[in-house]
């Protein structure tokens, strides 16, 4: 599935603006990382997982990341895309474990660029370009702050990827620096 037929497929099932640009800020965010941790002859692939990952959320929340396998299979898409889309529901929705390196960065990157996106919203530029490490590390100690943005999901994903907290929130800051124009934020 190309990447265009990805966001054809995403917009049957999403209207929203906000689950749109969510969407598409993850798509960016896991291209950036697929080419910083040499899987660069995979960043399709990975971009159109990060895409696809709540293709069914907006129309069926009580089923996310199990009614969109249905879809995706019906669809003929790759069974490697539609087991990476799902796992990053492992623990909440559906026991698909991320099992290779791409499907860890979803599965961690997914709250945590909600919460970068929140916290950009809040500042005078709008923007995450102006953000800084110690800024974000803030906001993501702050509970109350994009409180739907699980902290505890995001801290499993950094331990899946056997990285340290701080390395996640710092590349995931970088990258939505680097795609934001990309993003359309």
Same mark, same amino acid.
């Given at each position: 599935m190309t *990447?265009?037929?990805? &966001?054809?497929?995403l917009c049957e ?6 689950h749109l640009?969510?969407?598409?800020? /993850?798509?960016? /965010?896991?291209? &950036?990382?697929?080419?910083k941790l040499?899987?660069g002859? +995979?960043a399709?692939?990975w ?9 069914d ?5 009580? +089923?996310h ?7 995706m =299979?019906e669809r ?11 796992s990053?529901? *492992?623990?909440? =929705?559906?026991?698909?474990?991320? +099992?290779?390196e791409?499907?860890? /960065?979803?599965y961690a990157?997914?709250e945590l ?5 929140a ?20 906001? *993501?100690k ?8 699980s902290?505890?999901v ?8 056997? &990285? ?7 590349d ?8 934001e124009?990309?993003?359309?934020l």
């Amino acid at each position: 599935m190309t *990447y265009d037929e990805a &966001w054809a497929l995403l917009c049957e099932y999403n209207q929203e603006p906000f689950h749109l640009q969510h969407a598409k800020t /993850v798509a960016c /965010v896991m291209d &950036w990382f697929s080419k910083k941790l040499g899987y660069g002859q +995979e960043a399709d692939f990975w971009k159109t997982v990060g895409l696809l990952h709540d293709l069914d959320f907006e129309q069926f929340p009580d +089923e996310h990341c199990i009614k969109s396998q249905q879809i995706m =299979t019906e669809r003929g898409v790759d069974p490697a895309m539609i087991h990476a889309t799902a796992s990053h529901g *492992y623990g909440l =929705t559906v026991t698909i474990k991320p +099992e290779h390196e791409m499907e860890k /960065v979803l599965y961690a990157v997914d709250e945590l660029t909600g919460l970068i996106g929140a916290a950009a919203r809040m500042r005078p530029s709008k923007s995450c370009q102006d953000m800084e490490l110690k800024s974000l590390k803030k906001k *993501y100690k702050s509970t109350g702050f994009a409180a739907g943005c699980s902290r505890e999901v995001i801290a499993k994903g950094a331990e899946m990827l056997g &990285w340290d907290l701080d390395l996640l929130l710092a590349d995931t800051l970088e990258a939505m620096k680097e795609t934001e124009t990309q993003i359309g934020l």
